[in-house]
């Protein structure tokens, strides 16, 4: 009977610190507890501090300020005021953007994929194609997670962030014409994960205006939140004296000026530092900090807090290939919005319109690093702006139509990330192998058999052009204006490699502080103590379709357990 009691008084504690934070809330774009980090006094004092304001740490640093003093730290810019991320009709632009203070900075693996990672509130979710679609149950039990609670988690999201998306003309022949392939059944609008067609959700409104994860800093208490942007987090602080662990207690962080600012815990057994900095960041800020490989810290004259050989280790990125296909027809302006979930591991997605064809912003845009059609070691500034100043040059009627692509689950195949310097805001060395898993390869390749199957499906016949078969469309792909030296003669023919030479990226990648291997179940740094990660760099492979559903779920979903945690210790006092 005690233990029920228990459990009562703290989820009616929880409820009521939920509505009470609605009482001190600000409304988007007018947050008041926004600040340049150069107003940041020398030293401050935080029961939480969260290193990246992205997918995840906006909506774990709403959740906690219901119950404590938060400091957000974000090295990039605000989204609010800027069109290129809020509206549809612009995306892409902004992976354009090559300038110091874009909310994009492109990074090129070791694969030569020129890849992008955000700097910016909000994180991907100011970039991406805004696709919502929430992870499979298969997934959220083999994670270990409580099924009610996630359910929650994502409703939390959607009311904030969500959207049922126009489905017209393009849209519908795209899902017609996978059924007709035989990616079945028709599940109707749905965020859940099942198999056959969907229509997901979007975090663009009806009237094409981008929604983001800094959004549901809407439901932050004001009185209890600090965030600040243009704040580079250079190291964690630990202190190792007299502790049989070390145990994290600060952060040492340069605002845009280059004046140095260190943000600590306050007195607490509860209080904890959280890296939410993403894939590329999180693995990153451990190493600079100590946790990481012995052998490669000291590599950097970096002191070795602790041996963690798995940081940095298990990246991935979901491989994309894709097929452009003009059509007779006007396309209407769409991003993802239908979705193919095959069980042969392949998923299914079309984007369409003018202003995405290959010469804008398209998936095989040289404007955003996409070329495709070269070499992944030739993708050079010099290769892409020869490509843009060609494409410039051709016929508005060959840039009519829209994308059929394909990514595959998981993937299997691995890779490592390593520093190239000691400075945060440089790109640090990334290798996903791409394809070195065969499993992935076959996947790839019966996602193409799909495509094949839906562009020929009666369905979508008005949006083709009757004398363009598959390999002509394969070879216009491979052969696309931006190929600018010969490519394997056998690509449109033998579509294993086909995917090796047009894989591209879809932005999905993970990996690098993984649980049970960098984070336990809860998220905390193994080996130290008061440091969790909690972000995309902990999945093992991607949720579902589109990871963003679950990145912004997973921030309230431990921001939940976390205060959870704190209102029990305060209980037990």
Known sequence: MDTYIGCCRLVFGAAILFLLGFCNSDTAPNFTF??????????????????GGGTAGCPLAATLSQNASVLLLERGVSPYG??????????????????????????????????????????????????????????????????????????????????????????SAVRDGLLEAGVVPNNGFTYDHIYGTKVGGTIFDVEGHRHTAADLLEYADSTRLTVLLHATVHKILFRTRGKTRP???????????????????????????IISAGAIGSPQILMLSGVGPEEHLKAYNITVVLNQPMVGQGMSDNPMNAIFVP????????????VGITRFGSYIEAAGGENFSPRNYGMLSPKIGQLSTLPPKQRTPEALAEAVEFMNSLDERAFKGGFILEKILGPVSTGHLELQTLNPNDNPSVTFNYFQDPVDLERCVQGLRTIEKLVESKAFSNFRFDNMSIPTLLNNTVRAPINLLPKHENSSRSLEQFCKDTVMTIWHYHGGCQVGRVVDQQYKVLGVDALRVIDGSTFNYSPGTNPQATVMMLGRYMGQIILNERLAADESK
Not at 34 to 51: E, K, T, W
Not at 251 to 272: I, M, P, T, W, Y
């Open 82 to 171: 800027n069109p290129n991320i809020t509206n549809l009709d612009a995306f892409g632009a902004s992976l354009a953007d090559l300038s110091p203070t874009s909310p994009s900075q492109r990074f090129v693996s070791e694969d030569g994929v020129i890849n992008a990672r955000a700097r910016v509130l909000g994180g991907g979710s100011c970039l991406n194609a805004g696709f919502y679609t929430r992870a499979a149950t298969d997934y959220v039990r083999e994670a270990g997670w409580d099924g009610r609670l996630v359910n929650q988690s994502y409703e939390w999201v959607e009311q904030l962030v969500a959207f049922r998306p126009p489905i017209r003309g393009w849209q």
């Open 327 to 338: 059509s007779p027809r006007p396309v209407e302006v769409s991003l993802i919005q239908v």
């Open 247 to 273: 145990l994290a207690h600060g952060v040492a962080f340069r605002d845009a000026s280059g004046a140095q600012h260190r943000a600590c815990l306050k007195e607490g057994s509860n209080n904890e530092i």
């Open 34 to 51: 926004m600040h340049n980090a150069r107003r940041a006094p020398a030293i401050s004092y935080y029961d939480y501090i969260i290193v």
